[in-house]
């Protein structure tokens, strides 16, 4: 083992108990010192990792964005599932957990737009990346789909994969509010019913076809 692997074992502690911490309590309400106390690390020490909080919630979003396109491309490789069969796999595995969990935390990447996408320069950045990198896997997904002819082409697969995270993202407020999964099945239907499903959709797919004047 080199030197370098503690300090990035370290790190990558931190950055999830980050993760942690502020789905629950948000940027404003985070502490480093409660991070640092459950990760274990003396005050003096964050600085070695981090030079500010401003940077390290920069980094937490990066870090929190990769499992989930990590399930994305899980979700792809499963043997039977088309491109959009997959897509749904996903989602629907999404909601589940956040019915598990009693509706709380959401989206760190939506909690953090509202409470510091206009104030941080730092980590508006790293949203629009963890966004754009978010959006860019599940328009590969979607252009699959249109190749195939299962998702409607009048779209470009980035237009739709940015109605998708946009549509998700509100859903996800909504439930938080509602306490419910109600606002997540409506973007299941709206999503996956009405605004993606092309020529080949079916009722075996579970999808039909949008009308031309949607």
């Known amino acids: 083992m080199n030197a370098a692997n503690p300090k990035e074992a370290k790190k990558r ?5 980050g993760v942690r911490l502020l789905l629950a309590r948000g940027y404003h309400g985070t502490g480093l010192q409660e991070i640092l106390s ?3 690390i003396p005050k003096g020490s ?3 990792y981090f030079p500010s909080k401003e ?8 870090h929190y964005i990769e499992p989930f396109i990590q399930q994305l491309d899980h979700h792809l490789g499963q043997n039977a599932a088309t491109p959009l069969q ?6 629907r595995a999404l909601i589940e957990e956040l019915q598990g969990n009693d509706f709380k935390g959401g989206c760190l990447l939506g909690n953090l737009m509202g409470e510091v996408g206009d104030t941080s320069a730092l980590c508006r950045q790293a949203l629009q990346r963890a966004l754009h990198r978010y959006r860019d896997k599940i328009a590969a997904m979607l252009a699959q789909a ?3 002819g299962l998702v409607r082409r009048d779209r470009t697969a980035e237009e739709l994969a940015d109605c998708i995270v946009d549509n998700w993202q509100g859903a996800l407020l909504r439930m938080k509010v509602e306490r419910s999964t109600a606002p997540l099945e409506r973007f299941m239907d709206q ?3 009405e605004l993606l499903p092309g ?3 079916g009722p075996e797919t579970g999808l039909h076809p949008a009308s031309s004047e949607t």
């Open 13 to 17: 502690q931190l950055l999830d108990e």
């Open 38 to 40: 459950r990760a274990g």
């Open 46 to 48: 964050f600085y070695h």
């Open 55 to 62: 940077a390290f919630s920069a980094a937490v979003i990066e």
């Open 86 to 91: 997959a897509l749904q796999d996903y989602f």
């Open 146 to 148: 249109q190749a195939a």
């Open 191 to 193: 999503i996956f019913r």
């Open 199 to 201: 020529e080949a959709a």
